[in-house]
């Protein structure tokens, strides 16, 4: 099976378990103001 062939929330909650992975979730119609530092890669994921 290939990266390609997973869903992409079975990538997301494999992620979630990581080292260093840190989720934050903003539900629908909220609105959220986040400070950040980085280094970062921000993911924006609407699933």
Same mark, same amino acid.
């Given at each position: 099976?290939?990266? *390609? &062939?997973? *869903?992409?929330?079975?990538? !997301?909650?494999? !992620? /979630? /378990?990581?080292?260093?992975?840190?989720?934050?979730?903003?539900?629908?119609?909220? *609105?959220? /103001?986040? /400070?950040?530092?980085?280094?970062?890669?921000?993911? *924006?994921?609407? &699933?």
């Amino acid at each position: 099976m290939e990266i *390609k &062939d997973f *869903k992409t929330y079975e990538l !997301l909650e494999e !992620l /979630k /378990k990581r080292e260093g992975v840190e989720t934050i979730v903003i539900n629908p119609y909220e *609105k959220e /103001k986040i /400070k950040i530092e980085g280094p970062i890669i921000l993911l *924006k994921i609407i &699933d």
